[in-house]
């Protein structure tokens, strides 16, 4: 049973529209993190939080929100997506103290 | 520089032979995870090292968090071998936040 569930899957979205990606863990961590992939950058934060109600700046904000409305549940926003966030897009949860992370099996955006 | 480097950028390796992967950080980290990314794009997570070393079959870890490295040695590469490797260290601040090397990536040939 997968721990780490992300949906969409793919999504293929219109500059300026909005676009909401999903995350759903089920290993009931504190910690959640939004990533995206980029050829040759590896994986970059975007968002993270510490439980419900809580949302972090990682270290490429600019362009999206987080939303944290509950412990199992941690969503990534762009209120007005461009093609430059066109990318692969990893969610990931963590328990506090112990700070191994468990990855989703990623979205694909496309902006077009 | 990258607080994360990770070497080599590329590797290709015969079926049968051993190899090593090396992350150097620019800074004292806390700990660090290993993942290898599948033709899926998958992660799947190797190794969580908050010091030591650690083994699984034909893979071994090591986390020096003094010297500012990690490796990663594949042993008896195998085609399932293939993929990409990436290195996330956490710093020492406490806030549980990870910086991914660039990743190594993997071509086992028969």
């Known amino acids: 049973e997968a721990a780490v569930t992300q949906s969409p899957r793919n999504k293929v979205a219109v500059t300026g529209g909005k676009v909401t990606l999903s995350c759903n863990q089920t290993?009931?961590?504190?910690?959640m993190y939004w990533y995206r992939q980029d050829t040759g950058h590896g994986l970059r934060l975007i968002h993270y939080s510490y439980g419900a109600g809580s949302t972090e700046k990682g270290d490429i904000p600019d362009g999206y929100k987080a939303s944290r409305p509950s412990q199992e549940n941690f969503s990534l926003i762009l209120e007005l997506a461009t093609p430059s966030q066109t990318s692969v897009y990893f969610c990931a949860s963590g328990e506090d103290n112990y700070a191994e992370q468990f990855f989703g099996p990623g979205t694909r955006l496309t902006v077009l | 520089g990258m607080p994360v480097e990770q070497n080599p950028p590329a590797l290709s390796l015969y079926e049968g032979a051993d190899s090593g992967l090396r992350c150097n950080f620019s800074?004292?980290?806390?700990?660090v995870q290993w993942f290898q990314q599948n033709h899926r794009g998958r992660l799947i997570t190797l190794f969580y090292?908050?010091?030591g070393t650690k083994e699984n079959g034909r893979l071994k870890s090591t986390f020096n968090s003094k010297e500012r490295y990690s490796t990663l040695h594949i042993k008896d590469a195998q085609l399932e071998d293939s993929g990409t490797y990436f290195c996330a260290a956490e710093a020492n601040t406490g806030n549980y936040k990870y910086v991914f090397g660039a990743g190594t990536r993997l071509k086992v040939i028969a």
């Open positions: 800074t004292t980290m806390k700990s």
């Open positions: 290993n009931n961590h504190n910690n």
């Open positions: 090292l908050a010091q």
